[in-house]
């Protein structure tokens, strides 16, 4: 995912094409001058030394995935101009792509009718709809809202700013909610928003999005779907059924989210949140009057809470949508089956392995195992052991911690001397992951063979 130099060519050739609609204006002078330029980022190029490879394969641990040069080319001429999506006036065409490529996510799902924008990364796109369903439970009194006990953290966190109660329902074996465990929780009433998570951050879970569908008839509640790490996985071509009916349930819900800086290929921060009813627009109404004053068309700013956002985002966004369209056949929605290929072949290898015992299998690309054990403290100390010693290999994995519930029928952990147990977990998120599984699958056996000595 490197520049190359024929990309920063391509670069060049646009910065020309950029500038030559511009060109009429008189030649001005930077107000900064070149002098230190090139030794300023010399020295900040030497301090990115100390990063993990996120680009290269061997990295394998966090959701962290390169932009496409496209992206970064896009959004490096975008940054020109440095244009600002928050008014037509400081980003006249850039909010107009920015409304084009969140039609066509919203098409994704399959929304031609819808209210949306971009936004600054998953945190701030489930504030917003975590703030239209506090505004519309006013008009239905329902405030409290409920998300499964593996749902992002943000959730419990934007509850507490917004001041509504967030409750917690269990989730299953496979870290997806409880649908009985719900419906408990419905019974108590004044339920006017369920969280539904596809694609955990633990482990990639997909919560039962059609039952819960089913539920609402009955008990009045809106849908938020959290798919800000999962969502474009709705393209893939190899998701196991029960994944596959979840995502195309996708279109029922009242809300989505999606990170477009997590597998859309985006550099951060470029999230984006949609509503199926436009309607909620009027929740956003406001007056500013030195901003809106250039165009009776809409303002982005006015049907969002962020002010002052990137328009090179939108820029580099629409420009890759152009390059890699969202469509079934597309190379792109093929990159995303290749990610969820190499998280099923690298799971398959962890089941027969004589080291590890895989949680379960994943249904998207993010795969979480045990190293097998007596004990669960004994486990999570071997799990920190094969992290730091695959470090110094330069492969570079993840722990986190797994609730005993999800690990309990995999018999691999005889004495539960605690109620969680640490888990190596690795986001499978690069499709060229594939093509170095096999090598990967080999340093991670001789790391855990020097670890158990």
């Not at 009813?277 to 303002?299: A, C, E, Q």
Request: proline content about 4%.
């Amino acid at each position: 995912m490197n520049l190359s130099k024929e990309a920063l060519a391509t670069l060049a050739s646009c910065m020309q094409t950029l500038e030559e609609g511009f060109e009429h204006l008189p030649a001005t002078t930077a107000v900064l001058g070149s002098a230190g330029d090139e030794q300023a980022l010399v020295a900040a190029a030497k301090r990115m030394h100390n990063n993990y490879p996120y680009q290269h394969p061997f990295y394998i641990g966090q959701m962290l995935k390169p932009p496409h040069p496209v992206a970064h080319l896009a959004y490096t001429m975008a940054m020109n101009l440095n244009p600002n999506n928050h008014a037509l006036d400081g980003g006249r065409e850039s909010s107009k792509m920015e409304k084009e490529a969140v039609a066509d996510i919203a098409k994704m799902f399959g929304w031609d009718e819808f209210m949306g924008h971009l936004c600054g990364g998953g945190t701030m796109a489930n504030f917003e709809a975590l703030w239209v369903s506090r505004e519309l439970a006013k008009e239905s009194e329902r405030r409290t809202v409920l998300a499964s006990d593996q749902s992002h953290y943000t959730h419990s966190r934007l509850s507490q700013v917004l001041e509504i109660p967030l409750s917690s329902v269990a989730t299953d074996d496979v870290g997806a909610m409880d649908v009985k465990a719900l419906e408990q929780e419905l019974e108590k009433g004044d339920i006017g928003l369920v969280v539904v998570t596809l694609g955990t951050t633990l482990a990639g879970s997909v919560d039962p999005l059609p039952e819960i569908l089913e539920l609402g008839k009955r008990y009045e509640f809106r849908v938020h779907v959290d798919t800000a790490y999962g969502g474009y996985f709705t393209l893939a071509s190899n998701l196991d059924p029960y994944t596959r009916m979840a995502y195309d349930a996708i279109k029922q819900a009242d809300s989505v989210v999606i990170d477009p800086h997590k597998h859309g290929l985006q550099p951060y921060g470029c999230g984006c949140v949609l509503f199926k009813d436009p309607s909620v627009g009027r929740i956003y109404k406001h007056d500013s009057p030195y901003t809106y004053f250039s165009s009776n068309d809409l303002h982005l700013g006015e049907i969002s809470l962020e002010c002052s956002r990137a328009g090179a985002s939108a820029v580099a966004l629409w420009t890759t949508m152009q390059a890699f369209p969202l469509s079934l056949d597309g190379e792109f929605a093929a990159s995303l089956s290749q990610c969820r290929q190499a998280a099923m072949e690298f799971h398959y290898w962890l089941h027969e392995s004589e080291y590890f015992t895989p949680l379960f299998g994943p249904q998207l690309d993010i795969v979480c195992w045990i190293v097998n054990s007596e004990s669960a403290s004994q486990a999570s100390e071997l799990s920190q052991k094969v992290f730091d010693e695959a470090f110094k290999r330069e492969l570079h994995l993840a722990v986190a911690s797994a609730p005993h519930s999800m690990c309990a029928a995999l018999q691999c952990i005889e004495d539960w001397d605690q109620d969680h147990v640490i888990v190596l977990r690795a986001c499978v998120m690069k499709p060229e992951h594939l093509e170095h599984m096999g090598l990967i699958n080999i340093m991670l056996t001789e790391v855990v063979k020097d670890v158990l000595g």
